[in-house]
């Protein structure tokens, strides 16, 4: 994970504190995140989306 808070770090521009929350907050809610985007075919298209090539951590 600590690649996770480097990476919203350098590509995304948050502060170490808040990265380490988002990626806290991502670890907690995992399994509803799919359920939060829709559906897996909206996930694909997210990852995609994601800022500073975020979707290939996921």
Do not use: H, T
């Not at 990476?7 to 170490?16: M, W």
């Not at 399994?31 to 989306?49: A, F, R, T, V, Y």
């Amino acid at each position: 994970m600590d690649e996770m808070v480097q990476q919203l770090v350098q590509k995304v521009g948050l502060d170490e504190e808040k990265a380490a929350a988002v990626v806290a907050f991502l670890k907690e809610n995992v399994g509803k995140i799919p359920e939060w985007l829709g559906g897996s075919d909206m996930l694909e298209s997210l990852k995609d989306k994601l800022p500073g090539g975020l979707g290939k951590l996921f």
